[in-house]
């Protein structure tokens, strides 16, 4: 099999055969060059061949720029799942909210589609050293798959990539090169070392595996929106997201994911391309600044002030200027800044709420859509993919804090053997208080879901739940809770309803209420509220926290 690629430069418009010895245009020597593929011709083969395939990133290897269908250091990358975060959905009030999950790749993120096409395309041609530098995954990445390949690697990183995964890297068995500067400085002394010893250097954004290998996350994400949204047995028609969101450095992944929607589009496969929310970490957006003043170019942050290392490329160089054309005249969308706090938050709610650890910099993506939801910019009813870019490493030990595990001490000698009344004992030292009660009414499932996880991760409450304003009066009546999280818009008694009720009720007319509601009051509803509640979280423009800090003050918790 040879590959469907051909390379054009985007200076000159020379065409040549792909080879990943010679990045550079024959003709003219720029290193900015495109893969280019017969779509029109190759789009029944491409069709008609993943039905047959298994559901990772080779199935489209039509579509890629390799010699062979799926190479030997595979190790089964991509076709990671399209979650639902129905629990993000029910916060931000909108419940078309998907995550990639490349976590679920094989070094945990993203960097995995390309270390494994790039080091495969290496192979074939024949080159057996490599030199990177890196904020940490693709180091990770390219290790693991350069110690399958027998191809020798040398990753420079900034001494302020967490130890954890410094470590990680050194084990593949390359050698790490750590230095005190920032990741631009860095990225210049990995390139000066490969020139000095004639050495492979990854390119990122300028290299066409790389790029070509990004495709797969748009290739993927339309084949499982269709999958799940409108299970039939055409399967010549994709369905596309209104957004595609991801948190970036140096910016690789959209360029790809960008370049993968269009080919689809091109192909007639997908009847529109995603809008593209580009997010960066405040304290290194360069990007972002860039956008909000309409500028083509961006001026490089010399000193990043982000926790956040995955994210701190200061200078995205012309990588920002492919974006701002692609997203200012074909794609749409936007480029938007969190704060690492906004991160941290992210990475707690996530976890706690939705069952994801996720690193840092795959939370920013999330904290963006948060954002750009309460910017108004996604509408409620768009549908937004985020790319999940990776997952925790024991590295984020500062965002935990102190508190956060029950310790028993077995007290006696502990020479003794366990024996199961010393574990009993043990287990009673841990106090069981009398905890308070809260009732949650409200008729839609999924916003009990989400209010009981926040109120179960913030402190130990007797919960209760009814699904109607009738149930829950009764509960009220019966449980004589310490408050009381109510709903107004539900059928047969209305959460005004229920006000009224505990209004005329000697024995429960002093219990606090806080409203959680998706309903827009009226000046006279508010008037009918005020008073009688203590408290008013809007659906879909509520935080956690927000909740959480609410609660506390009416229980006197802290
Ligand atoms: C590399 C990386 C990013 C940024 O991706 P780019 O497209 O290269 O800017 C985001 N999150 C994680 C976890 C990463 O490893
Ligand atoms: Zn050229």
Known sequence: MTSNVKIKCTLCGNISSFSAAKPRCPVCDNIWQEAVYPLEKLKDLFLNEIRNLPFDLWRYHNLLPLNTYKPKISMDEGGTPLLHASNLGVMLGNKNIYFKDERQNPTGSFKDRQAALTIAALQEAGINQLVLASTGNVAISYSAYASRAAIKC???????????????????????IKITGSYDQTKRIASEFAEQRNLFHDLGAKSIPCVES????????????????????????????????????????????????????????????????????????????????????????????????????????????????????????????????????????????????V????????????????????????MVVINCTGHTMPVQNDILG??????????????????????????SEIKYEK????????????????????????????????????????????EKPNLIILDLMMPELDGFGVLDEIQKDESIK???????????????????????????????????????????ELLKLT
């Open 154 to 176: 040398w990753a420079f990183l900034t001494s302020l990539v967490p130890y954890e995964k410094m470590r990680e890297v050194a084990i593949y068995g390359t050698q790490v």
């Open 359 to 382: 690193e840092a910099a795959a939370a920013v993506s999330f904290a963006g859509v948060s954002k750009l939801m309460r910017l108004g910019t996604i509408k409620p009813d768009e």
């Open 214 to 357: 990004m495709k797969t996350i748009a290739f993927e994400i339309s084949e499982q929106l269709t999958l799940t949204l409108s299970p039939s047995d055409i399967r010549d028609k994709w369905i596309a997201p209104d957004w595609y969101i991801q948190a970036v450095s140096g910016g690789l992944g959209p360029v790809g994911v960008i370049k993968g929607f269009q080919e689809l589009y091109d192909m007639g496969i997908i009847d529109k391309i995603p809008k593209i929310g580009v997010i960066q970490a405040e304290g290194c957006s360069p990007m972002v600044t860039a956008w909000k003043a309409n500028k083509p170019k961006a001026d490089p942050v010399l000193n990043p002030s982000t926790h956040i290392e995955t994210l701190a490329t200061g200078d995205p160089g012309k990588t920002y200027e492919i974006l701002y054309e692609k997203i200012s005249t074909v794609t749409g969308g936007t480029f938007e800044s969190v704060t690492d706090e906004e991160a941290y938050q992210m990475m707690h709610f996530l976890s706690k709420m939705e069952g994801l650890s």
């Open 435 to 478: 905890y308070p009660k809260i009732i949650i009414i409200d008729d839609d499932t999924n916003a009990r879901i989400l209010i009981k996880r926040i109120l179960q991760s913030m402190a130990n409450f007797e919960l209760f739940e009814a699904a109607n304003g009738l149930a829950g009066l009764e509960k009220i009546r019966s």
């Open 510 to 552: 002093d219990i606090p209420v806080i409203i959680v509601s998706a309903k827009e009051l009226t000046e006279s509803e508010k008037v009918r509220l005020k008073n009688h509640i203590h408290g008013l979280m809007q659906k879909g423009d509520f935080g956690s926290i927000d909740l959480q800090s609410e609660v506390s």
């Open 402 to 427: 102190s508190g956060w595990s029950m310790d028993i001490n077995l007290k006696k000698s502990r020479m003794e053997p366990f024996n199961q009344d010393g574990l009993l004992a043990a287990l």
